[in-house]
């Protein structure tokens, strides 16, 4: 023991003399792990030590963890029990000794010092947190720390060592892992026996509503248990009348910006406390209090989030039950808005504190689950050996994973939503909005540069929209844009304006049919030379068979009076040269049109 309360008043860090020590008090049979019986010896001796060191401590007046000789380790001052601390964490984290040691010689510390003590003691314990927490170390010491806590949590007043009781569970919560049970109220049981008392009778001279006081207090019956709220209707029933007096008297008399800022949270060391004080006297004051009024709805919440859980209420719970509590809980809701300072921030953290506590449930409810995962070994490949890539039923990944959601769910291909083709302008739509310079998008983020994009509305523009989708070899994939969706500045760059192709094939059609009138005109004369020829020779055929009618025909033209065959050839033969000469006439201005000139042989036709 001697050796021990030597060495730790040497300077240096424990390394470099713990494990000497060690070897130099137990002489153990292996030169760095101690077998169980020496690990034994060496911890009665540690717990014999430590507590002749704290009653060393206490008859000096010191406080437990400034005791002792002062010693410069890298410009930090330690005490003599940190000191004997920290030589034996070093131990069990280098696995010399058994690694519950240390957790037993915390426990015996936390035991022999007073509450003030205590507070130095867990700042030294959550300081080495992380290598208490250390696998080798957790495993052997768990339980101890739990029952340390736990003892110390029994210990401390509630309603002074509030700070210190939070600094714990806070602890506990992260020294222990999520999927831990032993801090997890599996069977939801409530804490029963934590009652509000408030006075019955009406005090005497003074005026205050008392049954509203009544009525108000009366509800932290139900808040401490709240399900027999949704195993007794007749409590329920009791519990609603109670709320909406209390939601009716908070509607009429609101708070101001100015009360709220007057007599909103100062600071947290001022303010805080774990219950309010029931004195018919105070009523008045607490109305006007926004942290009060806070501190009623917010349990309001709680029992309704609590009551609507899913999968352990239904049977109780009826449908009036249930529309009742939605509209409770939309009042009390507004009026958490209403409340200053800054009510509707409140709500929203409220709000999402509740949505978070449903995932709680649900693990609880599951059986606690662990979070943890196992960290996956990726297999080396060896030299040589080629990767086998995976099958898939289908070709790939995703089509595998498409046809299985069908399998599990039929109208997934049945459903007509499943493929829907869009509009034409509803996809050009964001295009058109980048071609818009008062937009201010810039280039490179432009759905023009997006291939796909670009590819599929072509498809699309060639199924709906041909006229647009020929206008992409002209102005390209903007040109294939419709126009109504352009602004009128874009627009005119688009409008449709005959191309050097058109024009050369309208040239070329205004020329071809030039010809063909010219040849349809070269061909009617002649037409009509054999026409006369053949009606000389009737004429010459007719006149040996009826000279009488030759002479009266004859007689009748040179008198200037003709027959009507006579006038009907007459007319027919003007039409046709009046027709011809038309023709011609046409034929001559569109060539001129074309081709900017007169075509010389045309012209020599049209003199002859």
Same mark, same amino acid.
């Given at each position: 023991?001697?050796?021990?309360?030597?060495?730790?008043?040497?300077?240096?860090?424990?390394?470099?003399?713990?494990?000497?020590?060690?070897?130099?008090?137990?002489?153990?049979?292996?030169?760095?792990?101690?077998?169980?019986? #020496?690990?034994?010896?060496?911890?009665?001796?540690? %717990?014999?030590?430590?507590?002749?060191?704290?009653?060393?401590?206490?008859?000096?007046? +010191? #406080? !437990?963890?400034?005791? *002792?000789?002062?010693?410069?380790?890298?410009?930090?001052?330690?005490?003599?029990?940190?000191?004997?601390?920290?030589?034996?964490?070093?131990?069990?984290? /280098?696995?010399?000794? +058994? *690694?519950?040691?240390?957790?037993?010689?915390?426990?015996?510390?936390?035991?022999?010092?007073?509450?003030?003590?205590?507070?130095?003691?867990?700042?030294? !314990?959550?300081?080495?947190?992380?290598?208490?927490?250390?696998?080798?170390?957790?495993? %052997?010491?768990?339980?101890?720390?739990?029952?340390?806590?736990?003892?110390?949590?029994?210990?401390?007043?509630?309603?002074?060592?509030?700070?210190?009781?939070?600094? !714990?569970?806070?602890?506990? @919560?992260?020294?222990?892992?999520?999927?831990?049970?032993? @801090?997890?109220? !599996?069977?939801?049981?409530?804490?029963?026996?934590?009652?509000? /008392?408030?006075?019955?009778?009406?005090?005497?001279?003074?005026?205050?509503?008392?049954?509203?006081? /009544?009525?108000?207090?009366?509800?932290?019956?139900?808040?401490?248990?709240?399900?027999?709220?949704?195993?007794?209707?007749?409590?329920? $029933?009791?519990?609603?009348?109670?709320?909406?007096?209390?939601?009716?008297?908070?509607?009429?008399?609101?708070?101001?910006?100015?009360?709220?800022?007057?007599?909103?949270? $100062?600071?947290?060391?001022?303010?805080?406390s774990i219950k309010y004080l029931t004195s018919s006297k105070l009523m008045g004051l607490e109305l006007k209090d926004p942290s009060f009024r806070r501190h009623i709805l917010l349990q309001c919440l709680i029992v309704f989030d609590y009551l609507k859980a899913p999968g352990k209420n239904d049977k109780d719970s009826s449908e009036s039950m249930k529309e009742e509590i939605k509209s409770c809980e939309d009042r009390v809701k507004k009026l958490l808005e209403m409340t200053p300072p800054k009510g509707k921030d409140f709500l929203h953290c409220i709000e999402h504190i509740l949505e978070r506590e449903k995932n709680w449930v649900w693990w609880k409810r599951d059986g606690c689950p662990p979070f943890e995962k196992q960290p996956i070994e990726k297999k080396t490949v060896h030299d040589g050996a080629k990767k086998r890539r995976p099958r898939w039923r289908l070709g790939n990944k995703e089509l595998s994973q498409l046809w299985k959601w069908a399998d599990q769910n039929p109208n997934a291909l049945t459903d007509p939503q499943r493929v829907r083709t869009p509009a034409i302008s509803d996809y050009w739509k964001p295009l058109a909005e980048d071609m818009d310079e008062s937009a201010g998008i810039e280039a490179e983020y432009h759905h023009k540069n997006n291939r796909v994009y670009c590819w599929k509305g072509l498809r699309l523009s060639a199924r709906q929209d041909l006229e647009g989708f020929s206008k992409f070899t002209e102005h390209g994939i903007e040109g294939v844009v419709p126009l109504e969706l352009l602004p009128p500045e874009v627009r005119s760059k688009f409008q449709g304006k005959p191309s050097d192709k058109s024009k050369r094939a309208k040239k070329e059609e205004m020329k071809s049919s030039s010809h063909q009138v010219e040849e349809s005109q070269i061909a009617t004369p002649a037409s009509e030379i054999d026409g006369e020829g053949i009606r000389a020779d009737m004429e010459a055929s007719a006149i040996p068979m009826d000279t009488d009618v030759t002479a009266a025909t004859g007689n009748n033209s040179q008198g200037g009076t003709s027959t009507p065959e006579e006038h009907q050839k007459q007319s027919s033969d003007t039409d046709v040269g009046q027709e011809a000469g038309q023709l011609e006439a046409d034929a001559e201005v569109e060539a001129g049109m074309i081709d900017g000139e007169t075509d010389p042989e045309a012209e020599s036709d049209h003199v002859g």
């Open positions: 023991m001697e050796v021990f309360r030597r060495a730790i008043l040497q300077p240096g860090r424990p390394e470099t003399f713990a494990l000497k020590t060690v070897q130099d008090v137990i002489k153990p049979q292996k030169q760095t792990k101690l077998a169980q019986d #020496e690990n034994q010896l060496l911890e009665n001796m540690l %717990r014999t030590l430590l507590q002749e060191l704290v009653s060393s401590a206490v008859q000096s007046g +010191e #406080e !437990i963890m400034q005791y *002792g000789k002062s010693i410069d380790d890298e410009d930090e001052t330690q005490g003599v029990i940190p000191r004997l601390l920290d030589v034996v964490l070093y131990l069990c984290e /280098k696995e010399h000794v +058994e *690694g519950g040691m240390i957790f037993q010689l915390l426990e015996d510390l936390t035991e022999m010092s007073t509450v003030r003590n205590c507070k130095d003691i867990f700042r030294y !314990i959550e300081s080495k947190q992380d290598i208490l927490g250390k696998q080798e170390l957790f495993a %052997r010491g768990k339980l101890v720390m739990l029952r340390t806590c736990n003892q110390l949590l029994r210990r401390l007043s509630k309603a002074t060592d509030v700070v210190f009781c939070g600094r !714990i569970l806070m602890f506990l @919560a992260h020294f222990f892992p999520l999927s831990e049970r032993s @801090a997890v109220n !599996i069977k939801g049981v409530f804490n029963t026996s934590n009652e509000t /008392k408030y006075e019955k009778d009406p005090p005497e001279g003074i005026s205050v509503d008392f049954n509203f006081y /009544k009525t108000l207090w009366s509800l932290q019956e139900y808040f401490c248990n709240p399900a027999s709220l949704s195993t007794a209707p007749v409590k329920w $029933q009791k519990f609603t009348s109670s709320l909406m007096v209390v939601l009716n008297t908070f509607e009429a008399q609101p708070l101001s910006e100015e009360e709220g800022a007057d007599n909103g949270l $100062q600071e947290e060391a001022t303010t805080f």
